[in-house]
C-alpha cells in the first residue's frame, strides 16, 4: 500500500535458522522476502556453536550486507532483523539483533512488536542498578533474564517473559539454541518450518518459501519453543484464552503470498474487495486498486462489481515507500514521485478507487487529485478497512490520536477533504467476516478500530500516543 499508512508503519520482521551450515546466507534470503516490515536498518547475529558474531547497520538488507559481509558470517545458526522504529526511535544502537556478553555466555535478541510497559520495567531496573545501552524496548527483556534467580537459562526466560504487557515474538539466541516467543495474545504472526534436518523461524511464510523451507505451524500464543542440537521442545509461560493477532496485518501488513493462521493473505484481501462491493454498490466505469496492498481488494470487487478491473495507476518500483520520510511535505513529495495516472484508463471515466485504509487523508487527497487530473470524470473512493479512530500500542506506528482523520471526522467530512465524489469504509463485521468467512470479532486484535485493546495499557504509553 502506498496509500495512507504514512503513520500505520509496519513494525518489523524476524527471521531464524537453527542447524544449517549456511545459515546466515539463509537469513539473509529471508530477511530480504521480509524487507516490507522494516526498511530503516537490519542485523544478523550468527553462532558457530562457541561463540556469536553481529552484523548490522541502518539501511536495506541488500545495502548493509554486501558479498564481503557475507562471506565473514560463518555458523550453523542465526538470527535477524528488519526495523522500523516504532519505539526507541532510530540509531545504529538500536538496530537489531541486540547482543549481549555476560561471563555466562552471550546472548542475542530480536523482537518484532512493542512493549506497552517497557517504560514501567526500564524505571524498575535502573532502581535495581541495571544502565540500558539503546533506547529500544527489547533490551529490557535481557536485563530480565540476567536477573532472574533461575539456574536454568530456559527458566530465566520464561519469568523474564511472563513479566511483558504488549505485542512480542522474540527471536534469542545463544551459542548453543535458539528460542523463540510469542506473546500470550498472539498479537504478532510467527511461524516455524523446517529445511532438512534443519529449523526455520519467520515473522511471514512467505521467507519459507524463498529459502525453500517448509511450513510445519505457527507458533502458539504464550509458547516459548526451545530449539537445539537435542531437537525442539514446546513450553507454555502463559496461558491466554483470548487470541487477538492484529487485523492489519491481513489488511496491509503482510505479503500477499503469506498465510497466516492458515489463512493466504492475497484471498483475504480479495474477499475484503468482494465485501465492500456488497456494501458500497456503485455506478462506475473502472475499478483501480492504489499499488500494492490494495490490488487484492480491488481485484475482488471488481469481481463481485461485474466492474472491469484496469491499472489506473503505476508505482514507480525504485522509489523507496513514501511513509519512511520523516516529515509530511516529504512524505507528500514522495507520494508524487512514486505513483501516476494513467490517462488512457481513467480519461473520461467513472472510477472506482479501492484503498486499505485511510490515516491522515493527505495522501488519499493526492491520489484522488492525480485521478482527476488524468481526467476522470468521477472518483468514488472505497477503503477495505473501517476507520482507523485510535492509535496501536502494540508495534504499528500510529502517529497521536489527533493525527487520525477519523477520530474526530465524520466519513462525510474525510470525503470532503480527500475531493472523492464519494467514500465508503467496510463496516469491522464485514472485515472480520472477510478473513474469516464468518461473522463475528473473535480472534482479532481490534483496537485501531474499535479502541477496545486486548492488553492493559499503561499511563506513560496513553500519555505519548494521546498527546497534543
Request: proline content about 3%.
Amino acid at each position: 500500500m502506498l496509500a495512507e499508512i504514512k503513520g500505520l508503519n509496519e513494525e518489523c520482521g524476524v527471521f531464524g535458522v537453527f542447524g544449517h551450515p549456511d545459515s546466515a546466507q539463509l537469513t539473509y534470503y529471508g530477511l530480504h522476502s521480509l524487507q516490507h516490515r522494516g526498511q530503516e536498518g537490519t542485523g544478523i547475529v550468527v553462532s558457530n556453536g562457541e561463540k556469536l558474531s553481529v552484523v548490522k547497520g541502518e539501511g536495506l538488507v541488500s545495502e548493509i550486507f554486501t558479498a564481503d559481509v557475507m562471506e565473514k558470517l560463518k555458523g550453523t545458526s542465526a538470527i535477524g532483523h528488519v526495523r522500523y522504529a516504532t519505539a526507541g526511535g532510530g540509531g545504529y544502537e538500536n538496530v537489531q539483533p541486540l547482543l549481549f556478553h555476560s561471563q555466562t555466555g552471550s546472548l542475542a535478541l530480536a523482537h518484532n512488536g512493542n512493549l506497552v510497559n517497557a517504560n514501567f520495567l526500564k524505571h524498575q531496573l535502573e532502581a535495581q542498578g541495571s544502565i540500558f545501552q539503546t533506547s529500544s524496548d527489547t533490551e529490557v527483556l535481557a536485563h530480565l533474564i540476567r536477573r532472574s534467580g533461575y539456574p536454568q537459562l530456559k527458566d530465566q526466560v520464561k519469568n523474564a517473559l511472563s513479566m511483558l504487557k504488549g505485542a512480542y515474538a522474540y527471536l534469542i539466541l545463544t551459542e548453543k539454541e535458539l528460542m523463540v516467543a510469542l506473546d500470550p495474545h498472539g498479537l504478532r504472526p510467527l511461524s516455524l518450518g523446517c529445511l532438512g534436518e534443519a529449523y526455520v523461524v519467520a515473522s511471514e511464510t512467505c521467507a519459507f518459501d524463498v529459502v525453500g523451507a517448509e511450513y510445519i505451524r505457527d507458533i502458539r500464543p504464550g509458547e516459548l519453543l526451545i530449539i537445539n542440537e537435542e531437537g525442539i521442545t514446546s513450553e507454555q509461560f502463559a496461558f491466554n484464552s483470548t487470541k487477538s493477532i492484529c487485523a492489519m496485518e491481513y489488511v496491509y501488513f503482510s505479503r500477499p503470498d503469506s498465510n497466516i493462521q492458515g489463512i493466504n493473505v492475497h484471498t483475504a484481501r480479495k474477499n475484503m474487495g468482494k465485501r465492500l462491493a456488497v456494501e458500497a454498490p456503485i455506478e462506475a466505469d473502472v475499478v483501480t486498486g492504489v499499488p500494492d496492498s490494495s490490488i487484492s481488494a480491488a481485484i475482488g470487487y471488481a469481481e463481485s462489481a461485474g466492474i472491469p478491473y484496469e491499472m489506473g495507476l503505476i508505482k514507480n518500483k525504485y522509489v523507496g515507500r513514501t511513509f519512511i520520510q520523516p516529515t509530511q511535505t516529504l512524505r507528500e513529495q514522495g507520494v508524487k514521485m512514486k505513483l501516476s495516472a494513467v490517462r488512457g484508463v481513467v480519461e473520461g471515466k467513472r472510477v472506482v478507487m479501492v484503498d486499505d485504509s485511510i490515516v491522515r487523508g493527505t495522501t488519499s487527497r493526492r491520489i484522488v487529485n492525480l485521478l482527476k487530473e488524468a481526467g476522470a470524470t468521477e472518483v468514488h473512493v472505497v477503503i477495505s478497512s473501517p476507520p482507523i479512530k485510535n492509535p496501536c500500542f502494540y508495534g504499528i506506528d500510529t502517529s497521536s490520536k489527533e493525527e487520525l482523520i477519523a477520530s474526530d471526522k465524520s466519513v462525510e467530512e474525510i470525503r470532503q477533504l480527500i475531493g472523492a465524489d464519494s467514500l465508503t469504509f467496510l463496516s469491522t463485521e464485514g472485515m472480520v467476516g472477510a478473513i474469516m468467512k464468518t461473522e463475528g470479532t473473535n480472534g482479532f486484535c481490534l483496537g485501531c478500530f474499535t479502541g477496545d485493546y486486548p492488553t492493559e495499557i499503561y499511563p506513560d504509553t496513553l500519555q505519548y500516543y494521546y498527546q497534543k
